[in-house]
């Protein structure tokens, strides 16, 4: 009896293993199939995309849209200072050459509308009989500039604004032919400067050029109602 069981066992099992484990088999092969279409679903969306971006780029091409370019840069900028002071009670005051050294960044807010920030050093003051009165300041000039000409390769702007000044040196110098001598103004002379600058700017590829006027809006001496006076001329190269 024993092993009429045990053989009704074992036929049950021969007839029942292929089917369970076909099973399984089917399963397994549902699942690949599955995820192979989802590899090539992400394949056809990642060729998809690459035919957009070629169609969006001939299609600028034929409406003749240029790809987009940096619209700020800095400037570092070297010039040079025509300086007189001027005021009431002028005593006879020459115009002094100077030099401007500095940079100043051009931030994009509109389409020509631009933020010119800077930093320089620059020399101010005036020849008087025989002498040098030299103040040389660390300036600070907030422009705003607009492009009346913004072409690719020559851009035309006019920019005005504030600036305000911190006086480094303060110093007269007489110069005699063989023994100049220095007298310090620290007395006389204010410390600081603030006033307006107005001018034309200039731009030929990524060389720049400008003209600037620019006039204290107070006195810079202390017991006289005298203020700087500058011309500066000056030239730079644009780094984006």
């Known amino acids: 009896m024993k092993h009429i069981v045990l053989l009704l066992i074992c036929v049950v099992s021969l007839i029942y293993q292929p089917l ?4 399984d088999n089917t399963d397994l ?3 690949q199939n599955e995820f192979n279409k989802y590899k090539r679903f992400l394949k056809m969306k990642e ?3 690459d035919i957009q971006k ?3 780029v001939k299609v600028d091409e034929e409406l003749g849209v240029k790809p987009a370019k940096k619209l700020n840069y800095v400037v570092p900028n070297l010039g040079l200072v025509l300086s007189d002071i001027i005021g009431k009670d002028k005593l006879a005051f020459d115009t002094k050459i100077g030099v401007e050294l500095g940079f100043f960044a051009s931030l994009r807010l509109s389409n020509n509308l631009y933020l010119c920030p800077g930093i320089e050093l620059i020399g101010k003051g005036a020849k008087y009989l025989g002498s040098t009165v030299e103040i040389n300041y660390l300036q600070f000039p907030i422009l705003i500039q607009y492009r009346v000409i913004n072409d690719d390769w020559f851009k035309l702007a006019l920019q005005a604004g504030p600036y305000y000044g911190v006086a480094i040196t303060r ?3 007489l110069e005699n032919g063989w023994d100049d001598y220095s007298s310090d103004l620290s007395e006389v002379v204010k410390s600081s400067d603030s006033g307006y600058m ?4 200039t ?7 400008e003209v ?3 006039s204290s809006f107070g006195s810079i001496w202390n017991s006289q109602d005298w203020r700087n006076n500058t011309i500066t001329i000056r030239g730079g190269q644009i780094y984006s």
């Open 20 to 23: 369970i484990f076909g099973q």
């Open 29 to 31: 092969e549902r699942e």
């Open 47 to 49: 060729e998809y995309g």
């Open 54 to 56: 070629k169609e969006m």
């Open 171 to 173: 110093r007269q110098t």
């Open 198 to 201: 107005i001018g034309v700017s």
């Open 203 to 209: 731009l030929w590829g990524s060389f720049l050029f």
């Open 212 to 214: 600037n006027y620019s």
